[in-house]
């Protein structure tokens, strides 16, 4: 296994590597590219989750890479993609929708190899993309903060702009709207998913701003937000993703669970079963098993459990069609103000 612990590691890492010992001769060999922190308690950690539960059940080889750039440079994730691809896998399962430009020129550069890309939306003669619908929970976890804030102000924060973290935030503002479409939303892209001080902080100013119930979109800078909330006496609380975060703190409302670990095994094992097709985008949805769901906190009422009951059966049936497009403005925590969305363009530059 070659486990990445910065950026600046990655040429000299692999070139250590000789190729005649990265893979025995008689396994198919897949690899796992994460972009960010293997343990970040998020969605990275739902990627070594995968890695895992392959090395656990399938009859391959599997090795991963992690901890490749925190600011999902395309750069360095084509890079890294690229390295692993000239140590010969049968598959390589690049985590993340910021992994779809770098698996398109790469997967050209190795027609013989297959590619994965997990929350992807691109395919090939060589190239598929395997996705969790996290905006099914996502749209359910809008619901939940319509349905429970008193304040009538509901915060989002992510990090990076991968296409899947727009689409989720859409959603969430879909699903907020349906209930509660008086409700004030305040929104933020930080930059950085792993950031504790700069989510704290966006959390604090939605916070100062009327927000009791934000719903975030992050990796290890989650805890920022937590500790903000916290500091708040139970007046604010907090919406989780990826994994059941009403387990972990009862800050925490809901959560809106989508597990993309699921994804990478059903990728490896359809490598393993001759299964695998390109040109495919396969996706999971809300009401295939647990994979995705919204999880409740304790607290929350009867009259609301029935009422997402409802709607998340709705989006099943295919009454409630999920927007995935938000064309309204942020909330800048630094200034206190509404801005366009190409704001963030400036922030991109210096990420």
Not at 288 to 307: H, I
């Amino acid at each position: 296994m070659i486990k990445l612990k910065s950026p600046l590691l990655l040429a000299s890492l692999f070139a250590l590597a000789p190729l005649s010992q990265a893979y025995a001769a008689d396994e198919q060999k897949i690899a796992v590219l994460i972009p960010g922190k293997h343990n970040d308690n998020g969605f990275m950690e739902a990627a070594y989750r995968g890695y895992e539960k392959i090395k656990a059940e399938l009859p391959v080889e599997a090795s991963y890479v992690s901890n490749i750039s925190a600011t999902s440079d395309p750069v360095l994730l084509t890079e890294a993609m690229r390295k692993l691809a000239q140590d010969g896998p049968d598959m390589i399962i690049a985590h993340g929708g910021q992994c779809n430009g770098p698996a398109e020129i790469v997967s050209k550069e190795f027609p013989d190899i297959k590619f994965v890309v997990i929350q992807g939306h691109v395919q090939g003669p060589n190239l598929s993309s395997y996705v969790v619908r996290q905006e099914d929970s996502a749209w359910l976890a809008g619901a939940l903060a319509g349905l429970t804030t008193q304040s009538d102000v509901v915060g989002h924060i992510s990090g990076a702009w991968p296409k899947p973290g727009l689409m989720g935030r859409a959603a969430f503002y879909d699903g907020l709207k349906h209930v509660n479409p008086d409700a004030k939303f305040l929104t933020w892209f930080t930059g950085d998913l792993d950031n504790t001080a700069i989510n704290g902080q966006a959390a604090a100013a939605e916070i100062a701003n009327g927000a009791d119930v934000i719903y975030t979109m992050l990796n290890a800078g989650r805890q920022g937000v937590i500790d903000e909330i916290k500091s708040h006496d139970g007046k604010v609380r907090h919406i989780g993703n990826v994994s059941d975060w009403t387990q972990v703190d009862p800050t925490f409302v809901g959560s809106a669970v989508a597990d993309a670990s699921v994804a990478i095994l059903n990728a490896a094992r359809d490598l393993t079963t001759g299964d695998w097709q390109p040109n495919q985008i396969q996706e999971i949805g809300l009401g295939k098993g647990d994979v995705v769901k919204l999880t409740l906190a304790d607290d929350v009422s009867p009259e609301v459990k029935q009422k997402l009951d409802e709607l998340a059966a709705k989006i099943i049936s295919g009454e409630i069609t999920i927007s995935t497009s938000y064309d309204g403005q942020e909330f800048n925590p630094a200034s206190g103000e509404f801005v366009d969305q190409s704001f963030k363009e400036s922030l991109k530059a210096k990420s």
